[in-house]
């Protein structure tokens, strides 16, 4: 198969599709990997180290018209999409589910496209989002913590406190990865944290491994309400696999919100659990409204490259792996996990979760399976 890893366009994204030992990897078994020029200058990887692993280094244009498979990191952008041809293959994030415009114009190229955040293994999980939720997860304590002093907007607090000062106060929504990982930075910060989740079994775990470090409660109606009100960090950490986060955080709770908390909403690729979100970017990462700072950078992991280039595509090369050597149609015959992740084949949409969010129909990818 002949395999093109375009450089990311996307406002300060600098991951890229592929290491340089991936592409020697497929090259060794016969595949031929085009890389476009300056690809992985971003995490320090240049043109000739792909060269030397029997990369081909093709102007934009080129990586799209002359590959059979397309792998990036984010979702395509309007001018890339005008390059995908009929009947190739699409391995990305994609986050449809708030974006009807990107989803019809995939639709109307006749792509086939398979989502990293929607391949599902066996038990449940999604492996292709879980190292990038780490990595958000993580940065999210980061963001908040340094939005919060008084020169950057906040109300001016340490996360920590020091003695004699109360520590600042961490509100969590979602016990999944995102929330854990936020979880383990702002307790490591010295913060004083409550998780909320509707997952009693989930809160039951992390009760048991962290005990009275946090304080764990059902996220109800009157709880939250009540948590808004107490908090300087708010962290929304909720998943919908493949469709819109739910708004946790409303309008009117701002009003109630002390002035210069900070809000940092990791759910804004899937549209954002709080209703007041806007999708920001590394430039500008944050807006006030009400006197509650919203970070809602829509590519987080992008301000640490390295970390999350390699964290990406130790998961993902597995599965670019099998769809190189067997075949989209065999590939997704065989593996639960990749069918599960297909949004779009050929001109229609594969994926309950999207259909739902966005009311429209769908087909069952076995339908097209010979």
């Given at each position: 198969m002949i395999i093109g890893v375009p450089r990311e366009i996307k406002?300060?994204?600098?991951?890229?599709?592929?290491?340089?030992?991936?592409?020697?990897?497929?090259?060794?078994?016969?595949?031929?990997?085009?890389?476009?020029?300056?690809?992985?200058?971003?995490?320090?990887?240049?043109?000739?180290?792909?060269?030397?692993?029997?990369?081909?280094?093709?102007?934009?244009?080129?990586?799209?018209?002359?590959?059979?498979?397309?792998?990036?990191?984010?979702?395509?952008?309007?001018?890339?999409?005008?390059?995908?041809?009929?009947?190739?293959?699409?391995?990305?994030?994609?986050?449809?589910?708030?974006?009807?415009?990107?989803?019809?114009?995939?639709?109307?190229?006749?792509?086939?496209?398979i989502a990293y955040e929607t391949v599902k293994s066996g038990n449940g999980g999604l492996p292709l989002l879980k190292p990038m939720s780490e990595v958000a997860g993580r940065l999210s304590i980061q963001a908040g913590a340094y939005h919060l002093e008084k020169t950057h907007g906040g109300s001016g607090t340490l996360l920590s406190g020091i003695p004699g000062v109360k520590a600042t106060q961490v509100l969590i929504l979602g016990a999944g990865i995102v929330g854990t990982n936020a979880m383990q930075m702002a307790i490591g910060m010295g913060a004083r944290v409550t998780i909320v989740d509707k997952n009693i079994d989930r809160l039951r775990e992390i009760d048991q491994i962290y005990g009275n470090r946090i304080q764990t409660l059902f996220a109800d109606e009157g709880t939250l309400a009540k948590l808004f009100q107490e908090a300087d960090l708010v962290i929304g950490a909720v998943l919908i696999p493949g469709g819109s986060a739910p708004k946790l955080l409303r309008h009117e709770h701002l009003k109630s919100m002390k002035p210069g908390s900070v809000v940092v909403d990791v759910a804004i690729d899937q549209g954002g659990c709080f209703e007041t979100s806007q999708p920001t970017s590394h430039d500008q990462p944050c807006f006030e409204v009400d006197g509650v700072i919203h970070y809602c950078v829509a590519n987080m992991p992008g301000a640490v490259p390295k970390t999350s280039t390699f964290g990406l595509t130790n998961a993902t090369f597995p599965y670019i792996e099998m769809l190189a050597n067997a075949g989209f149609e065999k590939a997704v015959k065989d593996n639960m996990a990749l069918r599960e992740g297909v949004s779009i084949y050929e001109h229609y949409l594969t994926c309950p979760a999207v259909s739902h969010s966005q009311k429209r129909p769908y087909k069952d990818i076995r339908s097209f399976l010979k």
């Amino acid at each position: 198969m002949i395999i093109g890893v375009p450089r990311e366009i996307k406002n300060q994204e600098y991951r890229v599709g592929l290491t340089p030992n991936q592409v020697q990897s497929l090259v060794m078994q016969g595949h031929q990997v085009n890389v476009e020029f300056n690809a992985g200058i971003g995490i320090g990887v240049t043109d000739h180290d792909y060269q030397i692993c029997g990369a081909q280094i093709l102007s934009t244009p080129d990586i799209f018209k002359k590959s059979e498979m397309v792998v990036k990191v984010k979702e395509p952008q309007h001018n890339e999409i005008a390059m995908l041809s009929p009947g190739q293959i699409l391995f990305t994030y994609l986050h449809l589910a708030p974006d009807v415009e990107q989803t019809n114009l995939l639709i109307t190229s006749g792509v086939t496209a398979i989502a990293y955040e929607t391949v599902k293994s066996g038990n449940g999980g999604l492996p292709l989002l879980k190292p990038m939720s780490e990595v958000a997860g993580r940065l999210s304590i980061q963001a908040g913590a340094y939005h919060l002093e008084k020169t950057h907007g906040g109300s001016g607090t340490l996360l920590s406190g020091i003695p004699g000062v109360k520590a600042t106060q961490v509100l969590i929504l979602g016990a999944g990865i995102v929330g854990t990982n936020a979880m383990q930075m702002a307790i490591g910060m010295g913060a004083r944290v409550t998780i909320v989740d509707k997952n009693i079994d989930r809160l039951r775990e992390i009760d048991q491994i962290y005990g009275n470090r946090i304080q764990t409660l059902f996220a109800d109606e009157g709880t939250l309400a009540k948590l808004f009100q107490e908090a300087d960090l708010v962290i929304g950490a909720v998943l919908i696999p493949g469709g819109s986060a739910p708004k946790l955080l409303r309008h009117e709770h701002l009003k109630s919100m002390k002035p210069g908390s900070v809000v940092v909403d990791v759910a804004i690729d899937q549209g954002g659990c709080f209703e007041t979100s806007q999708p920001t970017s590394h430039d500008q990462p944050c807006f006030e409204v009400d006197g509650v700072i919203h970070y809602c950078v829509a590519n987080m992991p992008g301000a640490v490259p390295k970390t999350s280039t390699f964290g990406l595509t130790n998961a993902t090369f597995p599965y670019i792996e099998m769809l190189a050597n067997a075949g989209f149609e065999k590939a997704v015959k065989d593996n639960m996990a990749l069918r599960e992740g297909v949004s779009i084949y050929e001109h229609y949409l594969t994926c309950p979760a999207v259909s739902h969010s966005q009311k429209r129909p769908y087909k069952d990818i076995r339908s097209f399976l010979k």
